[in-house]
């Protein structure tokens, strides 16, 4: 089972890959995947990012710094600690954000098409049961 949660869930990333590069040539998919990350984690310093999104901090840095040229986040000093750098949306950004949920609104759509309301609550009930677990586990 686990093996085809995996299956599902790569597959799931390969194609919302497939409709970024197709949609924004100039994105690539690390970098949409950034901008969904940073856009729930407003403020987020690259550090935690780069614990996120389980990427080392030079694959992080170079991506932010990409990113901040085409002008869709911003990069600031950390109130508590000027050493650490926080990053946010620009307004661009934000746009970038919300287009990028719409399509993964509408792949998650079409992939769930077949299944019933009560199949759907059925998934999602299981799913969070088993991340309920897992948080347990690693408490």
Do not use: Y
């Not at 990012?49 to 840095?61: C, H, N, S, T, Y």
């Not at 990069?75 to 307004?91: E, G, M, Q």
């Amino acid at each position: 089972m686990i093996d085809l949660l995996r299956t599902v869930a790569n597959g799931f990333r390969a194609r919302m890959q497939a409709k970024v590069v197709a949609a924004d040539p100039g994105l690539t998919a690390f970098q949409a995947r950034l901008v969904n990350v940073i856009g729930r984690n407003e403020g987020v310093s690259q550090l935690e990012l780069g614990a996120l999104v389980e990427r080392d901090k030079a694959q992080i840095a170079r991506a932010i710094k990409d990113l901040e040229a085409q002008g869709l986040v911003t990069r600031s000093a950390d109130i508590a600690d000027w050493r650490t750098k926080c990053v946010a949306l620009t307004p661009e950004g934000r746009q970038a954000h919300t287009r990028l949920n719409s399509m993964r609104e509408q792949l998650a759509a079409d992939v769930l098409a077949r299944f019933s309301n009560e199949e759907k609550h059925a998934l999602r009930s299981g799913l969070e049961k088993m991340d309920a677990a897992l948080r347990e586990q690693a408490s």
